[in-house]
């Protein structure tokens, strides 16, 4: 079965730093997708970004980028010039094949301090 | 477009009760997904309806937990008897065929206490 790794709780960063949130995942397959959701108190779940397996080049939208390390089954999460607006429960999701489940990690709790 | 739909926001029930939520996908949206979030954890997921047709309930409790999608357009979920390990967000979300493609969309959830 896959699973999702993230071992980072919680972390902290200064308004306009930046940040890396880290993911590790488990599975077999070679073509599958891979997401970060951002959770606010909302409940929400909004999408950051997405990777696509067999797409070497890494993800970038706007002020957030990801590190995808197919080979260590790697994908962190950067979040450049911070902002308050980014605090919010931080979830890394992979799907193993078209149409199956979402599976979530544990979540990482992000606070973005003035 | 009008967002994905839950109702209500919060509910508290005495265990052994019974509770139902409800969901109102994105219209169109032919594939639709219950998820349990327990406080501090990862959303994970109960079932699965693609139009009315069940695809994945292999993590749903069936001996408390029923879901039904009828015309493939709004889905209840119901807890017969609740226990307290029940307590949990309880998310809705839906997407068009091949969601890692066009995405997901999630509602804002049910946030259900069980005393």
């Known amino acids: 079965a896959q699973t999702v790794t993230q071992s980072q709780p919680e972390m902290s960063v200064q308004e306009a730093e930046t940040v890396t949130l880290s993911c590790t995942y488990d599975?077999?397959?070679?073509?599958?997708?891979l997401f970060w959701y951002k959770q606010p108190p909302s409940r929400q779940m909004i999408l950051v970004i997405r990777?696509?397996?067999?797409?070497?080049q890494n993800a970038t939208e706007n002020r957030f980028s990801v590190n995808f390390q197919k080979a260590a089954k790697s994908f962190s999460l950067k979040i450049s010039d911070s902002q308050l607006g980014d605090t919010a429960m931080y979830f890394c999701?992979?799907?193993?094949?078209?149409?199956?489940?979402?599976?979530f990690g544990e979540g990482t709790q992000l606070t973005v301090n003035p | 477009e009008a967002g994905v739909a839950q109702s209500p926001r919060y509910k508290i029930i005495e265990k052994r009760q019974s509770v139902a939520f409800w969901c109102n996908p994105i219209?169109?949206?032919?594939?639709l997904y219950w998820y349990q979030q327990i406080l501090g954890q990862g959303p994970k997921l109960l079932i699965q309806?693609?139009?009315?047709?069940?695809?994945?309930d292999s993590q749903l409790p069936k001996d408390r937990f029923s879901a039904e999608r009828l015309k493939g357009v709004d889905s209840t979920l119901k807890i017969q008897p609740a226990k307290l390990e029940d307590s949990a967000v309880y998310l809705c979300?839906?997407?068009?065929?091949?969601?890692?493609?066009?995405?997901?969309?999630f509602g804002s959830g049910t946030r259900l206490t069980v005393v």
């Open positions: 990777q696509e397996a067999y797409k070497q």
């Open positions: 979300a839906s997407s068009s065929w091949g969601g890692r493609y066009y995405g997901y969309t």
């Open positions: 309806f693609q139009n009315n047709g069940v695809v994945d």
């Open positions: 599975t077999s397959e070679n073509n599958y997708y």
């Open positions: 999701a992979f799907e193993e094949t078209s149409g199956s489940r979402l599976t």
């Open positions: 219209s169109g949206h032919a594939t």
